[in-house]
């Protein structure tokens, strides 16, 4: 996914505010709605582009010009029937992608089935690291082990397929660690550096989180 999209981030509760904030920090383009006014006013201070607004009206949907964002996430867990309505009109609206946050499995398929292309469930995916995953191009997951090492999961480069670790030698190419390699549902991790990498599998790795942008 670009860096370069632009995102819209509905509810400014503790886990919207921390994807909005990573979001800003990285430069791109953040639009923040709460319809709760002194949370706009206070998340302003750190997050310029903000609006209170209504998002489950379908006139408020088009003022904000919502079709014109590459992604939309929507974190009001607590409150399933806006989530589902807000979920309904940016993708009648011609939103690419909707991520949606919830309550729990079954608010998850609800919302899934009203149009919501990603659902994450809070306990399981903080806001920093769901802002962190949509900015890192060719990542298929980011996990952060510490200020300054994250785990990476990502795929297997086109121009990588059919060599080795071995020959590929992306330890010292790129500073990284591969720790397992996930091919379909199998993890291994007794690893042959001599065996062909295909294009289906995802490598595991683990490095300083400045050097990954290499892998960009």
Excluded at 1 to 15: D, E, K, N, T
Excluded at 92 to 113: D, P, W, Y
Excluded at 123 to 151: C, P, Q, Y
Aim: aromatic residues 4%.
């Amino acid at each position: 996914m670009s860096i370069h999209q632009s995102y819209a981030v509905f509810g400014l509760g503790r886990y919207g505010k921390a994807v909005a904030k990573e979001l800003v920090k990285s430069g791109v383009e953040v639009l923040a709605v709460d319809i709760d006014e002194a949370i706009v006013n206070t998340a302003m201070t750190e997050i310029p582009l903000c609006k209170c607004a209504d998002i489950t009206d379908a006139e408020v949907i088009k003022q904000l010009d919502i079709a014109n964002f590459d992604v939309v996430i929507i974190a009001m867990a607590s409150n399933l029937e806006a989530s589902v309505m807000a979920t309904a009109l940016c993708k009648e609206a011609g939103v690419k992608t909707v991520i949606a946050k919830c309550a729990n499995e079954m608010h998850q398929k609800i919302l899934s089935r009203v149009g919501a292309d990603q659902v994450v469930i809070p306990e399981s995916e903080s806001g920093t690291r769901l802002a962190k995953n949509l900015l890192s191009s060719g990542f298929v997951d980011m996990i952060e082990l510490a200020r300054n090492v994250s785990m990476v999961e990502l795929d297997v480069r086109p121009e990588w397929a059919e060599k080795t670790l071995l020959e590929l030698n992306l330890r010292k190419k790129y500073s990284i660690n591969i720790v397992a390699i996930r091919s379909g549902k199998s993890v291994s991790i007794n690893i042959d550096p001599e065996m062909p990498l295909d294009p289906s599998m995802k490598l595991i790795v683990i490095a300083n989180t400045a050097k990954l942008a290499k892998l960009k």
